[in-house]
């Protein structure tokens, strides 16, 4: 009975039975057997983020930028210099220490921070999926070069074989010559 090429080759790469092998080291051995390229993973193409896991990964990319905290910045002093330039008047909603800015700056910190983890939690799963992606990329890569060094090395053997043959024959040939010759002579 012939072996089936996914257990010849789990033999010959990983030395042990396809029945033994990691469901990763299987789908593997699946890819180099039926020679298929290593595609991207279909889950790392589609974005099947819900609107609140966008806005949350909006929210993360302004919040975590130069923009924001320059445009924060400004905010924070114009806040200031308008209540102290209107202290006294009407017009003055937050005089000095500015409890209703702390409070705010509070309440901003306290819904932005989760929803940064969240979107930080997001990249990092989304992150780890690319990383198994690029493992199985390798692993192919690496059983791919060894399973080409095999082939090489029986080739060279083959060819080698083939030589000893012919130096043999030659070998054989010249001594049927020597020995016509000492017969002649």
């Given amino acids: 009975m012939q072996e089936q090429p996914h257990e010849a080759l789990s033999k010959q790469l990983l030395d042990c039975t396809y029945d033994e092998l990691t469901p990763v080291q299987r789908s593997v051995i699946d890819l180099i057997a039926t020679e298929a390229p290593s595609a991207v993973d279909p889950k790392l193409k589609v974005d099947e983020r819900t609107f609140g896991e966008r806005l949350a990964d909006r929210v993360a990319a302004v919040g975590g930028s130069w923009g924001f905290i320059i445009a924060f910045g400004v905010v924070l002093v114009a806040w200031m210099a308008w209540n102290q330039l209107t202290k006294g008047h009407p017009l003055s909603f937050d005089p000095y220490p500015f ?4 409070l705010m700056l509070s309440m901003l910190a306290a819904i932005q921070a989760p929803v940064i983890m969240m979107s930080q939690n997001r990249a990092a799963a989304r992150d ?5 992606h690029d493992y199985l990329v ?5 059983l791919e070069i060894m399973h080409l060094h095999d082939k090489l090395d029986a080739m060279r053997e083959k060819q080698m074989l083939e030589m000893l043959k012919r130096q043999n024959e030659a070998i054989k040939l010249l001594k049927g ?3 016509r010759m000492n017969a002649r002579g």
């Fill in 99 to 102: 409890i209703f800015l702390n």
């Fill in 128 to 132: 780890r999926q690319a990383a198994e």
């Fill in 138 to 142: 390798n692993l192919r890569a690496e």
């Fill in 177 to 179: 010559q020597v020995e």
